[in-house]
Each structure stands twice: as structure tokens, then as C-alpha cells.
């Protein structure tokens, strides 16, 4: 992948990484394996007998002795001249990387590769084979080659990392992780006009000649490399090691921008969930590394596929507690800063935690993330199963959740102080409140695209509904036909509903905003409540006629201003749709019929009231006492005879009346106390 002039010299200094010790104290030919066991090809005897793994190697001790530590000591302390058995079951690298370990100490060549380099410098280190018992031991000589070597190279690199995938804690201790790391991350930083694009990316289409013919004349050498020629590479590593790298290359230096476009790819390579219609970035590594596993090892033909198809554990074969790993640590490395990666792949990713039951507190940093950039959600995206057995289908409260966090993020924007202390000559705030409004009303536009969508979920509560379609303020929506269909769907689905609940949720809907289909729409719609077909009547006359007014004026082309225009009953009608005529028609029927009934009702509630008084005061009557006393009696008859006697008195007085009498006098009546 990386080639440096520096890397065919070092190889060179070292053999072209062939080693042999200088000293040897049985001569052979070589080792010949027999039915699961090593044996030395030489005529004297072997006297002792490593047990690797499921390996058996029959050796001789001098040459072991002579250059491993740890040999030395079993020995010394099993103080027995006859001890001629020894089990290395945890030797790292296994029987492949002791068989090296043991030709070295024949002085037998043993060729250093990317692909053993790793095992056989941990072996090394295992069996003490250090500078103390003979000068160019196996540590030095492993040592010198990991350093010049491989850190000069970016495939040999990339190589030597995956390799130590199974060589855990011995490669993390003797820093080859780290090393490996860095060096790749220095050289993901580096310009790109210093790599040579024919070892870099996807493998070309057409076969690309070998290595060496290539480095002599290559046809590609004035391409330059695209920014994201090492995403190919850096996918095939195992998941802490992928962030080892990250890490490394975020301490260079490098834009957030690549660093998430890295991560998505290995995101879609190693969670093959991730991808809906499951094609993707991951399938096609997958694929190209099972057609180059066909060609044989040494057929490599640029990237590192052939390392991918070497490997038993592929993408597709990923357990769920390792794609819970996966999924945690790539949260966990995330550039912090917005845009970093695509709002989907984060909403994709927070799909999976859920599915997964990731730890919460990454969950919640994912679900701030989202927030982030809520507005370029899509409707697909947000659709995310609900997993805990909840009512619904989908997880509503998730969305809730997601829409309040964009909107503490949308105020603390706002709020910044950062933004408040820069001119506004420069138009800076204006553009910024322009941005965030913009972003509400696309936001605005998501919620009533999913408010339709889950709407039809029976199970969902009308409390749910409303406080998702409540959350956004009112001026993130300028036309509520978006949330109209949310609301004619959920009555569809909810036909159970009653009145009140009706009322109320249409009340969250403002019928001033509503076009003119959606206008007509709702005046025959038989499930909205009759006080909102009202509105809606009301609100649309009130847009005829001022469409009317505006385009009079128009046509007279005199005053520019606009006035509102009276308009007869005849006019309104004629600019009216026929259905929009019908369906006033019919609300204006039913309005009259209640007017009706509500009269008819008053009527009956008088006669009532009246009925109610007549059998008060006769209930009053048949209350009183009939009987009584004598005095009450006497004073009764006594009133009645002056009143008599007044009478007869008038009666008989003088015919001429006086002057005095003349004069009008104001009568008096007497009342009876009776």
C-alpha cells in the first residue's frame, strides 16, 4: 500500500528478511514433519520432546539451551539429568511460530514476513531468547525488522496489526499495537501526493502487474490518491484495534469529515445489520475477499482483501455480543463535531443499540448526536422498532426524545454567547436565525410525515400523539395539511374516539393554515367534529374572499394597496368550488337543524319551569294552617263592618258637592289584613 524507496533498502540490509544464526550446534538439513510431530533431519538422537499446542517437536537441548532463557531455567529447575519433556501450551503464535523459534536456533533460514513478524517476535520474548545468552538473538534480529521494516511500509503495517489480532497481551506489551498504530496514522495523515495510487483503495478492474514491474514504471504514478485512499485498508481491523488507529489519526490532525467517512465504512463492513436492503460497502469487501481467497496468497492485487478472506471471523459471522462491542466503541470515537457522519448512519446505529441493549449512557450520547442534526433525518430512518414489548410498534417515545434534544440544542445555538458578541454587520445572526428556522420547518415536516405513519397503530394513545405533534412551536409550521393527514389518519384507525377527544385533538391543529385541497377536504370529511368543519369553512371563505379582493385590484391596476373588499353572498359563491359549495351546504343543514333542536329545548325547559311554580304554590297552599285564633277571627269581622259602613256613609252624604269637594282628591283604599 505504501511504498517508500526507504522500504526496498531496509529489506535489502536485512537479507530481503532472511535470518540464520551464525553458530550451529547440530548441523541438519532441516525439520520433516511425520504424522503430527517435528523431527530434525540428523543423525543424532533427539533428546527431548515440546509438546505445542496439539505439535509434538523432537529436539535436541544444546541448541535450545544455547539461546533461550526459558528452556535454561525448566531445565534447571526440574534438576533431573533424564528430564526430556516439555508442554508450551500457551506459547504465543503456537506451533507455527515455535517451529521458526526452534530453526533459528539450528541455524536454519527462517524467512520474516509481515504475517509471522508478530508471532515470532512474542515467541521470542516467550522464550527469553535475548542478547544475555548469544549477540543476534531472535529478539534483536525480529526487533530490527519490526522497526525498519514494517513501520517503513504502510501494507506491511496494515498486516502485522491484523496479525496480532490473536497474539493478545504479548503484542499489547511489547508495543507492537502502539507502533503499528502510529505508523499507519502517520501515514494516513501524510500528503497524498506521495502514494502511489496502484497500492492503495479497491483493486483495480483490470489485473494489475506485480510488485516489483510496478515499482520500476507505474502507468498511475500522476494520479494522485483520493483523500480516502486508506478506508479500505483500515476497515479489516478488528474493532479495538480500528480505534486504536482512529485515535492515533485524530491526534495528527486530520479533518473530522474523513474520520467519520472512515467510520461509516467500517460501520457498514462489520455490522451487516446496519444496511436496510442488506447490500452495501460490507457485502462488497466481503465479496472481493472470497474471489481474490480463489487465487491463492501470493495473488494479491492491491488492498489488503486477501488478508479479510484469510480470516475466520467475517463480518457476516459477527456474534451479537461482539457487534455490541463494535457498536460501542464506535460511538465512543465519533468526532464530537456536527456533520461529522450522516445523520442516518447515526439514527441506523441507534437502531442496533437498541436491538442490542447497548450500555444507556452511550445510547443517550448517541441519541444528543441525533439531535444534533435531526433535520436531515428521513422518515425511514426514524421508523425504529420498538424492542422493549412496549404498546406500539414503533418506539414513539425514542422520537420524542430525539425531537427535544434538537430543540435544547436549537435554543443553546441561539443563546451562545459566541454568536451574540459577533457583529452583526456581517450578517452573521441573521443567517443563523434564517438556518435554524429552516431547520424546524423541515424537522416540522418529519414529525407530521411519521405522526401519519404511526398513526395508524391502533395501540398508540392519543396523549402520545399530541404531545409529539405539541412539541415543535407554532412557527416551525406554516401550513398544517402535513398534520391534517397525521389527524384523519389516527381518526381512521381510531374509530372509537369520542367527541371530546376528537375535539381535542383537533386542537392542536390550526385550520387557518390549511390549503385550499386540504380546505375542501376537511369540509366532507364525516370524522372531524362539526365545530372544526366550522373553522375550517370559516377560515376558507375568509381566504376566498381576500383572493377575490387581491385579484380585483389586480385587474383594475390602479391602487396597489391592498383593501379588503365586502363581498355578497352571489359573489362568494361563484368563486366557491362546487364541492366546497356542497360541503357548506350540508354544515350549513346540519347548523340549522341544531338551532332547531336548541330552541325545541328551550321551549320544553320554560314549560318545565312554569309546571315547576304551579306545583310550588300549591304545595305552598295545602302547607298553611286552616285554623285560627279568636282574636284573628274577631279583628276580621271587625275590618269588614268599617268598610261596610264607609260605603254606606259615601252613599248617603250631600248631592251638591262644595267647592272644597270639587277638588280631586287621590282615592285611598284600605286593604284588609285578612
Known amino acids: 500500500m505504501w511504498d517508500s524507496e526507504n522500504e526496498s533498502i531496509a529489506g535489502r540490509d536485512y537479507g530481503n528478511g532472511a535470518l540464520s544464526a551464525d553458530k550451529q550446534g547440530v548441523k541438519t538439513e532441516g525439520f520433516e514433519l511425520r504424522d503430527q510431530s517435528w523431527h530434525v533431519a540428523t543423525d543424532i538422537p533427539s533428546d527431548l520432546l515440546v509438546h505445542v499446542g496439539e505439535v509434538n517437536f523432537h529436539l535436541h537441548k544444546y541448541p535450545l539451551l544455547s539461546r533461550s532463557g526459558k528452556f535454561n531455567r525448566l531445565i534447571y529447575e526440574a534438576r533431573n539429568p533424564d528430564f526430556s519433556k516439555v508442554v508450551l501450551d500457551d506459547l504465543p503464535g503456537g506451533p507455527e511460530a515455535f517451529e521458526l523459534a526452534a530453526k533459528f536456533c539450528y541455524g536454519i533460514s527462517v524467512d520474516l514476513t509481515a504475517a509471522n513478524i508478530s508471532s515470532l517476535r512474542c515467541a521470542a520474548e516467550y522464550l527469553e531468547m535475548t542478547e544475555d545468552l548469544e549477540e543476534g538473538n531472535l529478539i534483536f534480529k525480529t526487533e530490527a525488522f519490526l522497526s525498519y521494516v514494517v513501520l517503513s511500509s504502510w501494507r506491511d503495517s496494515i498486516l502485522v496489526l491484523k496479525s496480532c489480532e490473536k497474539l493478545s497481551p504479548w503484542a499489547e506489551n511489547l508495543q507492537i499495537v502502539r507502533r503499528c498504530s502510529e505508523s499507519i496514522a502517520w501515514k494516513a495523515c501524510a500528503n ?394 350540508a354544515a350549513k343543514k346540519d347548523i340549522n337543524t341544531l338551532k332547531f333542536e336548541l330552541e325545541s329545548m328551550k321551549a320544553k325547559y320554560l314549560e318545565l319551569q312554569n309546571d315547576m311554580e304551579v306545583l310550588q304554590r300549591q304545595f305552598d297552599k295545602m302547607a298553611k294552617p286552616k285554623h285560627g285564633s279568636a282574636w284573628s277571627s274577631g279583628w276580621k269581622k271587625l275590618s269588614k263592618l268599617t268598610k261596610m259602613s264607609n260605603l254606606e256613609s259615601q252613599d248617603i252624604g250631600p248631592q251638591v258637592p262644595s267647592a272644597d269637594q270639587t277638588r280631586k282628591t287621590p282615592r285611598r283604599w284600605r286593604n284588609s289584613i285578612s
Not at 217 to 237: C, G, N, T, Y
Not at 477 to 499: N, Q, V
Not at 551 to 568: F, V, W
Request: glycine residues 6%; positive net charge.
Open 192 to 585: 497524498p501526493k506521495g502514494i502511489r495510487w496502484a497500492y492503495t483503495g479497491k483493486p483495480p478492474k483490470v489485473s494489475s502487474p506485480k510488485w516489483n514491474e510496478m515499482k520500476e514504471s507505474s502507468p498511475s504514478r500522476a494520479h494522485q490518491a483520493p483523500p480516502d485512499w486508506w478506508f479500505e485498508d483500515v476497515s479489516i481491523l478488528r474493532i479495538d484495534h480500528f480505534v486504536r488507529v482512529v485515535t492515533a489519526i485524530k491526534v495528527k490532525g486530520m479533518r473530522f469529515e474523513l474520520i467519520g467517512a472512515a467510520i461509516m465504512q467500517y460501520a457498514t463492513k462489520w455490522l451487516p445489520g446496519l444496511i436496510r436492503d442488506g447490500t452495501g460497502a460490507g457485502d462488497e469487501g466481503s465479496n472481493g475477499g472470497n474471489s481474490n481467497s480463489s487465487s491463492g496468497s501470493n495473488s494479491w492485487k492491491g488492498g489488503l482483501h486477501m488478508v479479510v478472506a484469510e480470516t475466520k471471523d467475517e463480518p457476516s459471522t459477527v456474534h451479537a455480543k461482539d457487534q455490541r462491542m463494535i457498536i460501542e466503541s464506535i460511538i465512543s470515537i465519533i468526532p464530537p463535531q456536527k456533520d461529522s457522519v450522516t445523520c442516518s448512519f447515526l439514527l441506523r446505529l441507534l437502531r442496533m443499540a437498541n436491538m442490542l441493549k447497548v450500555a444507556p449512557a452511550l445510547v443517550t450520547e448517541l441519541e444528543k448526536r441525533v439531535g444534533m442534526q435531526f433535520e436531515q433525518a428521513t422518515l425511514a430512518d426514524l421508523l425504529i422498532p420498538s424492542y422493549n414489548k412496549s404498546e406500539t410498534s414503533y418506539n414513539v417515545d425514542l422520537v420524542q426524545r430525539l425531537l427535544e434534544h434538537f430543540l435544547v440544542q436549537e435554543q443553546m445555538e441561539g443563546s451562545s454567547p459566541s454568536r451574540q458578541s459577533f457583529p452583526e454587520k456581517h450578517g452573521y445572526d441573521s443567517a443563523q436565525r434564517v438556518n435554524g428556522q429552516n431547520a424546524k420547518m423541515r424537522v416540522a415536516r418529519l414529525v407530521d410525515s411519521y405522526l401519519t405513519e404511526v398513526s395508524r397503530d391502533r395501540n398508540l394513545s392519543l396523549t402520545k400523539f399530541q404531545v409529539l405533534a405539541e412539541a415543535l412551536p407554532e412557527s416551525a409550521r406554516t401550513c398544517d395539511d402535513g398534520l391534517y393527514r397525521a389527524i384523519d389518519s389516527y381518526l381512521k384507525a381510531h374509530p372509537t374516539l369520542t367527541e371530546h377527544e376528537r375535539k381535542r385533538l383537533c386542537r392542536i391543529m390550526d385550520c387557518q393554515k390549511l390549503s385550499i385541497d386540504a380546505c375542501m377536504h376537511a369540509a366532507q370529511n364525516e370524522r372531524l367534529p362539526l365545530r372544526v368543519v366550522v373553522q375550517v369553512l370559516f377560515s376558507e371563505q375568509v381566504k376566498i374572499s381576500n383572493a377575490l379582493a387581491s385579484s380585483s385590484l389586480k385587474e383594475a391596476g390602479g391602487d396597489t394597496h391592498y383593501q379588503p373588499m365586502a363581498l355578497n353572498r352571489k359573489t362568494l359563491l361563484e368563486g366557491t368550488p362546487q364541492s366546497f359549495q356542497e360541503g357548506w351546504a
